[in-house]
């Protein structure tokens, strides 16, 4: 039974299964729709950025979107500025490439009443900004869901689910790393020595295939990270850091299979596991220095209570924060911290507002008086009216402010990423013309290799694109400690 791929989702499946349209062959109807949909909006190049990769089947479900358009799912996630547009960050699931980012998002910025949409690669979020008179928040996801897709509101507890299993698998791979680098570099002494005082060849081929079987997992499975980073460099015609790096050692890594055989010149294994392990030792830094600063904003952002004792009637309740409505009353015991800015109404009480404005003496609040969120009230029982929702009041827009700041890229990042997108080409030609020149004066092919590689290696822009984006996220981290924000 002959077995084709949806022309959407690439997914294989008997051809007996699939529907048929004008040569094209689709596992379901989800999928049939999505096509035609991409290419009556003009966006049919997807497929081509989109190569071999495989999508989920487009399959819609609508058993749940009334949820997104209720008042108590707006209050939670969905932020609404002075013009009533309406914002919410959003985690887009099923994204596997830059194809799937750049589908998204000229699918959202082609549907009626969305005035920007923007996706993060590295994790997935996406902010999306509407007019709610024109489009509702369960179209968007509906749009989403219709291409192949799924989509769900920001949460902080699932991305850290998702970054401890990357944690875990660098973890993993440096493991491997380092065990094939310390094993190595015993066999490299042994090559050295009888590179300068003579080694038998039987011996030597030991040695050549010892290092061989240690550097093998060590480049393919340590450094899928970079293998993989380079595909899709290549797909959407980029060439970045992974380029370089993979092409790097894979190129001595060939060379030595090809000195190991032949009996021509040396091997170097030894270089490839070492490109391999210090380059992914200070992903793995990377990783954790990110870890570090988000955790920091997180403990800020997670400090903030969920819920408040609210007074009706003279009927107390414990009532989330989402819900609590402007004019609503609030009951503040000492040590609670404002979360919702209001009105005394009544009692009176000092106030600890050093981390709003950085004054260490309390702030006598009586009736009358306004307090703000991210305040602490120290002495006394206070009643107080809310004038503002959760989402417009002090804190909120500090968190806010917290989150954009992580998100949104300054100009100086940006900068560097584009020049180390234009160093890593013109890298690949230098190391082209170093190697052709040296080959042409010097007449060795292996010295020429190596220097050409040497150059690639060397010249691997991490530094650049990596530094300035760790600088700006740990700033952030550090400077939240001390109360202080950047916009």
Same mark, same amino acid.
């Given at each position: 039974?002959?077995?084709?791929?949806?022309?959407?989702?690439?997914?294989?499946?008997?051809?007996?299964?699939?529907? $048929?349209?004008?040569?094209?062959?689709?596992?379901?109807?989800?999928? =049939?729709?999505?096509?035609?949909?991409?290419?009556?909006?003009?966006?049919?190049?997807?497929?081509?950025?989109?190569?071999?990769?495989?999508?989920?089947?487009? =399959? =819609?479900?609508?058993?749940?979107?009334?949820?997104?358009?209720?008042?108590?799912?707006?209050?939670?996630?969905? $932020?609404?500025?002075?013009?009533?547009?309406?914002?919410?960050?959003?985690?887009?699931?099923?994204?596997?490439?830059?194809?799937?980012?750049?589908?998204?998002?000229?699918?959202?910025?082609?549907?009626?009443?969305?005035?920007?949409?923007?996706?993060?690669?590295?994790?997935?979020?996406? $902010?999306? /900004?509407?007019?709610?008179?024109?489009?509702?928040?369960?179209?968007?996801?509906?749009?989403?869901? &219709?291409?192949?897709?799924?989509?769900?509101?920001?949460?902080?507890?699932?991305?850290?689910?998702?970054?401890?299993?990357?944690?875990?698998?660098?973890?993993?791979?440096?493991?491997?790393?380092?065990?094939?680098?310390?094993? /190595?570099?015993?066999?490299?002494?042994?090559?050295?020595?009888?590179?300068?005082?003579?080694?038998?060849?039987?011996?030597?081929? @030991?040695?050549?295939?010892?290092?061989?079987?240690?550097?093998?997992?060590?480049?393919?499975?340590?450094?899928?990270?970079?293998?993989?980073?380079?595909?899709?460099?290549?797909?959407?015609?980029?060439?970045?850091?992974?380029?370089?790096?993979?092409?790097?050692?894979?190129?001595?890594?060939?060379?030595?299979?090809?000195?190991?055989?032949?009996?021509?010149?040396?091997?170097?294994?030894?270089?490839?596991?070492?490109?391999?392990?210090?380059?992914?030792?200070?992903?793995?830094?990377?990783?954790?220095?990110?870890?570090?600063?988000?955790?920091?904003?997180? #403990?800020?952002?997670?400090?903030?209570?969920?819920?408040?004792?609210?007074?009706?009637?003279?009927?107390?309740?414990?009532?989330?924060?989402?819900?609590?409505?402007?004019?609503?009353?609030?009951?503040?015991?000492?040590?609670?911290?404002?979360?919702?800015?209001?009105?005394?109404? =009544?009692?009176?009480?000092?106030?600890?507002?050093?981390?709003?404005?950085?004054?260490?003496?309390?702030?006598?609040?009586?009736?009358?008086?306004?307090?703000? #969120?991210?305040?602490?009230?120290?002495?006394?029982?206070?009643?107080?009216?809310?004038?503002?929702?959760?989402?417009?009041?002090?804190?909120?827009?500090?968190?806010?402010?917290?989150?954009? &700041?992580?998100?949104?890229?300054?100009?100086?990042?940006?900068?560097?990423?584009?020049?180390?997108?234009?160093?890593?080409?013109?890298?690949?030609?230098?190391?082209?013309?170093?190697?052709?020149?040296?080959?042409?004066?010097?007449?060795?092919?292996?010295?020429?290799? /190596?220097?050409? @590689?040497?150059?690639?290696?060397?010249?691997?822009?991490?530094?650049?694109?990596?530094?300035?984006?760790?600088?700006?996220?740990?700033? /952030?981290?550090?400077?939240?400690?001390?109360?202080?924000?950047?916009?």
């Amino acid at each position: 039974m002959a077995e084709v791929a949806c022309t959407h989702c690439n997914l294989t499946f008997p051809e007996e299964m699939m529907i $048929k349209e004008n040569g094209h062959y689709f596992c379901c109807n989800g999928c =049939q729709g999505v096509y035609h949909l991409l290419n009556s909006e003009g966006l049919g190049t997807f497929y081509d950025k989109l190569g071999d990769t495989k999508l989920q089947p487009a =399959q =819609q479900e609508k058993s749940d979107l009334e949820k997104f358009d209720l008042e108590g799912f707006k209050n939670k996630y969905i $932020k609404v500025d002075e013009d009533g547009l309406h914002e919410i960050h959003l985690i887009i699931e099923g994204i596997h490439c830059s194809a799937c980012v750049w589908l998204n998002e000229k699918v959202l910025h082609k549907t009626e009443g969305v005035l920007e949409a923007s996706i993060n690669y590295t994790n997935n979020k996406a $902010k999306i /900004i509407w007019d709610p008179e024109i489009v509702k928040l369960s179209q968007l996801i509906d749009t989403i869901r &219709s291409i192949g897709y799924n989509a769900y509101p920001y949460d902080p507890r699932l991305q850290e689910e998702r970054a401890t299993n990357t944690r875990k698998s660098y973890y993993t791979r440096i493991l491997v790393a380092v065990f094939g680098a310390m094993n /190595i570099m015993w066999l490299a002494i042994a090559h050295y020595a009888g590179y300068f005082g003579g080694i038998q060849q039987s011996f030597k081929d @030991i040695l050549n295939w010892a290092e061989f079987i240690l550097a093998t997992p060590v480049l393919f499975y340590s450094g899928w990270v970079f293998f993989k980073g380079a595909y899709y460099g290549y797909k959407n015609h980029i060439v970045n850091m992974d380029t370089l790096v993979a092409s790097g050692a894979l190129s001595a890594y060939i060379y030595s299979i090809y000195a190991m055989l032949s009996h021509k010149g040396e091997v170097y294994f030894d270089s490839v596991v070492m490109i391999i392990t210090f380059v992914l030792v200070g992903k793995y830094l990377e990783v954790l220095s990110k870890k570090s600063a988000v955790d920091t904003l997180d #403990s800020i952002m997670g400090s903030t209570p969920t819920e408040v004792t609210t007074v009706k009637e003279g009927v107390k309740s414990l009532v989330s924060v989402e819900n609590v409505c402007i004019g609503d009353k609030i009951e503040l015991k000492p040590g609670e911290k404002v979360v919702i800015d209001g009105i005394v109404v =009544q009692g009176e009480a000092s106030f600890d507002e050093s981390s709003l404005t950085g004054e260490n003496e309390p702030i006598y609040k009586k009736k009358g008086d306004e307090i703000l #969120s991210g305040s602490l009230c120290l002495d006394s029982v206070v009643h107080y009216e809310a004038n503002k929702d959760a989402s417009s009041s002090l804190l909120s827009s500090i968190v806010n402010l917290l989150e954009e &700041s992580i998100t949104k890229k300054p100009r100086i990042e940006q900068l560097a990423n584009t020049i180390s997108g234009y160093f890593s080409t013109v890298i690949l030609l230098i190391a082209l013309l170093t190697f052709v020149g040296w080959y042409f004066f010097m007449g060795s092919f292996e010295t020429a290799l /190596i220097i050409g @590689i040497s150059v690639i290696v060397i010249a691997c822009p991490c530094a650049l694109g990596l530094a300035t984006s760790m600088a700006t996220l740990v700033g /952030i981290g550090v400077a939240a400690k001390h109360n202080i924000l950047f916009k």
